[in-house]
């Protein structure tokens, strides 16, 4: 058996993975990262939206302190990435704006703005005919809207393109084979067997594995809690010369109590999303869900039914029983985790690399990620509140 010798090693290789891997490997730590396919994943299906401020729902305000602090370093991220690569990450400074289409649906936009305003975030009530006036391809029915200036965008495609070359630039050895099992020794996690048969021996293990992390043959029972999958559909269109500009921000609405986004690419794309399916490890794509996104659509803008259809997909969402990100050393020494991101897994990509390296370089993990530690499951007190800082 062929056995490597790294400082660390990722257990996966989606964005998240990837992200930790560049990080840390700019750290001055030599790194492997196990995954049969790096930077693909959970990103290749997601529209990518930047929007902590639009996605905040009651109760987590920590995950909106976390994800405010990634999208502050977005822009910064996604030019060291392209200069680096020499690839776009399709990142966009262009707002979101959220839309109610009915009284009910007002109503509960005008609480969510309300929250805004407790919160001190930035964000801007606009009426129906404001909302129209900055995307006039809104149906005559938007009853009201909230823009927020700094809620963005990026191409998650394009990201996990630019940082798997980032990685191979900076030394990172990708190892395009999964991750047979754990290796644990003293009780301690010293690495993983690849199914190639080769052996990987690290001095600390990331598990980064999306929503098959917590199924990682050699893992012990309890080190983490389930992160389940939620499939997500979306549906891709094409803006042709003709119809540009068609939309020029993100828009999102609640749609018969479902909620829906569209996300403009600069190239002409058009991202529909996303469904919220808890199917197990099922990714078929279904003519309901196509049929849900695009009459919901069609309802926002009417326009969107003259667009040519170009690609439908579905995706796995690695969710944690709270719905946040699982951050930070574990309950068994050696491992570290960086995976059930949920819905926010492009947007919380640089925090994350940046919380996750600097814990593997240092042995202390930043105080932003004292709320995400996987001990917050557990009665059983671990290592984790000795690292924080």
Not at 26 to 32: E, H
Not at 360 to 387: D, H, I, N
Request: hydrophobic fraction near 45%.
């Amino acid at each position: 058996m062929v056995r490597t010798e790294t400082d660390v090693l990722v257990v996966g290789g989606g964005i998240i993975g990837l992200a930790v891997a560049w990080q840390t490997a700019q750290r001055g730590l030599s790194v492997a990262v196990l995954d049969p396919d790096p930077g693909h994943g959970a990103a290749q299906v997601a529209a990518g939206m930047l929007a902590p401020v639009t996605e905040l729902q009651y109760g987590e305000e920590p995950l909106l302190r976390l994800g405010m602090a990634s999208n502050a370093r977005y822009a910064a991220f996604a030019a060291e990435l392209e200069e680096v690569s020499g690839l776009s990450t399709g990142y966009r400074a262009c707002g979101t704006l959220a839309v109610a289409l009915d009284s009910d649906d007002r109503a509960e936009l005008l609480e969510l703005y309300a929250f805004h305003q407790r919160l001190g975030l930035d964000s801007t009530w606009l009426t129906g005919r404001e909302a129209r006036r900055l995307e006039p391809m809104l149906a005559p029915s938007v009853r009201g809207g909230l823009h927020v200036a700094e809620d963005h965008q990026v191409d998650g495609r394009r990201v996990g393109a630019a940082l798997v070359a980032a990685c191979r630039r900076a030394g990172v050895r990708l190892v395009p084979a999964a991750a047979a099992r754990l290796t644990v020794r003293s009780d301690r996690a010293t690495g993983a067997v690849a199914d190639s048969g080769e052996e990987f021996t690290a001095d600390q293990v990331v598990l980064a594995a999306g929503s098959r992390s917590h199924l990682l043959p050699g893992l012990p029972d309890g080190v983490l809690p389930p992160v389940r999958p939620v499939k997500g559909q979306v549906v891709r269109l094409r803006v042709p010369p003709v119809y540009a500009p068609f939309l020029s921000r993100n828009v999102r609405a609640v749609v018969r109590g479902c909620h829906i986004y569209l996300v403009p690419r600069e190239d002409g794309e058009l991202v529909i999303g996303a469904t919220t399916e808890e199917l197990g490890y099922d990714t078929t794509v279904t003519a309901g869900g196509v049929y849900e996104l695009l009459r919901d659509a069609h309802e926002l803008i009417p326009g969107i039914t003259e667009l040519p259809l170009v690609e439908t997909g579905a995706g796995l969402r690695p969710g944690s029983p709270d719905n946040a990100p699982l951050l930070g050393p574990t309950a068994l020494p050696g491992l570290v985790a960086a995976t059930g991101h949920h819905r926010n897994g492009v947007l919380l990509t640089p925090v994350t690399g940046d919380l996750i390296a600097e814990y593997l370089a240092t042995g202390r993990l930043p105080e932003l990620a004292a709320p995400f530690l996987t001990s917050r499951f557990s009665r059983t007190p671990t290592l984790a509140q000795e690292v924080l800082r």
